[in-house]
């Protein structure tokens, strides 16, 4: 796999990433999802206290390419942002799955990850993904 | 010869001067004499001090460095480059309209009043729509001028809970910008795998806070919308209205209606389908027509005739009021009629037919070097994807690098968003065949040079003034404006 996917973490069909942290969620986007965009530019981060809900827009990515939302994994609220990625968005294309987080959400229904692909089941949807054509 | 680089404050000398005025016959005054201290400046202005000709030079040499439609193919999707004719500058500078002031009373004004009168009729006929504003100043204006319209008619019958507009992901690129500039939110709608809107996604969609759905007919794949009768019916069943965005229209003018189609809000591109300056050659302009249950909220004045006079309509205690200072960019519209009065009805379908019949010659050319999803007959434009290319190590971005060494302009790029590695083609109606030929040629001579060596590709373009820019740099750190070390 071209792509770096992670164990352990759970992952959205928009390629964001989430990982369970005692009730709460730490978010970011897949490697695959850093490497489509290209070099990241922009990043535009939700409030702390703002809630989000699953499958809605909740920051703003800018590369050089393109605009995209990132969606929010799962409902609740957010806790903590990365504001280290105002100033250095070009962190998320370096290490996506580490420094490059993008926001922390209080989990209100545990229920909501589960349904979420694991690392097998994201690698198989990337392949697939790049195979239509 | 040696290309001009410096900037004008790095060349001339100082004292140096473009110009010298006679010795002054009456007594001299300094400024702080003439002026309070308040305002005058502490410290002398940093001018660049150059001759006349050093001035021109700089200029000139800029100059050639433009590109546009009178230089060459330009093939931007979803924007139609069409070429400008230049009799539509030529009636634009009759001194009978460049010299008029837009405060003059409306008895000395009749033929210009007239003009926008007549291009209505036209654009009325043109499109189905019962009366036009030509107030935007733009495509964009116009769909906010349009969402506002749709925005008062709901509120006039007492129906606040529209809150959303329903935007599909093939829609032009503006939408959904626009939808959050009125206030809107965004709904996305899919395409299903013929690129058509998914009608079934929209049916879910709709609902009782379904302000209107905003479709781009042709989309930005370039597919006519086969269900757009369905798409219509279910939209205005759930009470919504349907906003027509006419960037495409040059390909389906003259052969069907948006107005027939069942859409209630249009805007149309004068700088697109009715051969108007586009871009940096502006203004433009981006009438909005819609459907008779909308007239009154229409910005105001609209121009009407009473007795065979011509006037400004202030009557519209509904509308939304004005959207542009004056009555909008004049000599555009008169440009664009010019057009349309020397290309009849006949002629304006035959622009559109031509500009089909381009689209998919070239791209019946380009699919022997390159995938192009969703096989069907295109109307204007058509998208190419570089996915293969990107993985043979050259992405949509260096195949428009190379084509601008090869000294087109480049497909717009990366949009739409359904489409990876989008190469978004439109090759309008006034391009010839050796044009399309030529572009191919360099298409497939782009493909080759992939295969051969797509680092190489991908580190161009090599005989342009400057070579690859550093995008991210650009962005993240932008240099705008000089200053002094």
Same mark, same amino acid.
């Given at each position: 796999m071209k792509y770096n996917v992670i164990d352990g973490l759970k992952y959205t069909q928009q390629h964001e990433w989430a990982r369970p942290e005692d009730g709460t969620a730490v978010v970011g986007l897949s490697d695959y999802a850093q490497d489509k965009l290209g070099e990241i530019v922009f990043v535009e981060l939700p409030d702390v206290g703002a809630e989000v809900e699953a499958g809605k827009s909740a920051a703003v990515i800018e590369s050089v390419k393109a605009v995209a939302d990132l969606y929010a994994p799962v409902d609740g609220k957010v806790t903590e942002v990365n504001e280290a990625l105002l100033d250095q968005p070009e962190v998320i294309n370096q290490d996506p799955y580490g420094e490059g987080w993008v926001f922390k959400v209080e989990v209100k229904d545990e229920s909501q990850l589960d349904k979420l692909m694991d690392k097998p089941a994201y690698e198989e949807f990337i392949i697939k993904e790049e195979e239509e054509e | 010869m040696r290309k001009q680089k410096a900037l004008l404050f790095e060349m001339g000398r100082a004292g140096r001067c473009g110009y010298s005025l006679p010795s002054n016959d009456v007594p001299e005054k300094s400024l702080s004499e003439l002026l309070p201290k308040n305002v005058q400046r502490e410290e002398q202005l940093e001018l660049p001090e150059l001759s006349e000709v050093e001035v021109i030079r700089h200029f000139t040499e800029l100059s050639t460095r433009n590109f546009g439609v009178d230089t060459g193919f330009y093939p931007l999707g979803s924007c139609t480059m069409k070429y400008n004719p230049k009799v539509n500058e030529e009636v634009a500078a009759l001194p009978g309209f460049t010299h008029m002031h837009p405060c003059q009373p409306e008895h000395t004004v009749q033929g210009a009043l007239e003009l926008y009168y007549n291009m209505e009729q036209h654009l009325k006929e043109v499109t189905g729509m019962d009366r036009f504003t030509m107030? =935007?100043?733009a495509g964009a204006h116009g769909e906010l001028t349009g969402l506002m319209v749709i925005q008062a008619y709901h509120r006039h019958r007492g129906d606040h809970q529209r809150n959303k507009v329903l935007v599909p992901v093939t829609a032009h690129g503006t939408n959904p910008a626009t939808v959050t500039m009125a206030g809107y939110e965004v709904v996305q709608i899919p395409a299903d795998e013929r690129g058509n809107v998914d009608l079934e996604a929209l049916k879910e969609a709709v609902d009782e806070t379904t302000s209107a759905l905003m479709l781009t007919n042709p989309s930005t794949l370039g %597919?006519?919308?086969?269900e757009i009768l369905d798409i219509a019916k279910v939209v205005h069943e759930a009470g919504g209205l349907l906003y027509y965005d006419g960037a495409n229209l040059n390909a389906i003018m003259g052969y069907v209606r948006p107005g027939d189609m069942g859409f209630d809000v249009v805007h149309l591109n004068l700088h697109k389908t009715f051969s108007t300056p586009h871009g940096g050659g502006g203004p433009g302009t981006g009438p909005v027509g819609v459907k008779e249950r909308l007239i009154p909220f229409l910005p105001k004045p609209l121009v009407d005739k009473k007795d065979d006079q011509f006037y400004f309509d202030y #009557? %519209? =205690?509904?509308s939304i009021g004005k959207v542009q200072s004056f009555y909008g960019n004049f000599g555009v519209v008169v440009k664009a009629y010019n057009y349309v009065c020397m290309m009849g009805a006949d002629g304006l379908k035959q622009a559109s037919t031509d500009a089909v019949l381009n689209s998919n010659y070239l791209a019946t050319l380009l699919q022997d070097n390159y995938y192009i999803p969703y096989d069907r007959i295109r109307k204007h434009e058509f998208v190419v994807s570089a996915k293969p290319e990107k993985k043979k190590g050259a992405s949509a971005a260096d195949i428009a690098k190379a084509l601008l060494d090869r000294g087109f302009h480049p497909p717009? $790029?990366?949009? =739409? %968003?359904? $489409? #990876?590695?989008? %190469?978004?083609t439109e090759p309008n109606d006034t391009e010839s065949k050796e044009t399309l030929d030529a572009y191919a040629r360099a298409m497939e001579e782009i493909a080759r040079a992939i295969d051969e060596d797509a680092e190489k590709v991908a580190a161009g373009p090599y005989y342009t003034v400057v070579g690859r820019l550093d995008e991210v740099r650009a962005v993240r750190n932008p240099i705008l404006r000089w200053q002094k070390e």
């Open positions: - | 107030q =935007p100043a %597919l006519f919308e086969e #009557d %519209l =205690p509904n717009t $790029v990366y949009f =739409p %968003l359904i $489409v #990876d590695e989008a %190469l978004m």
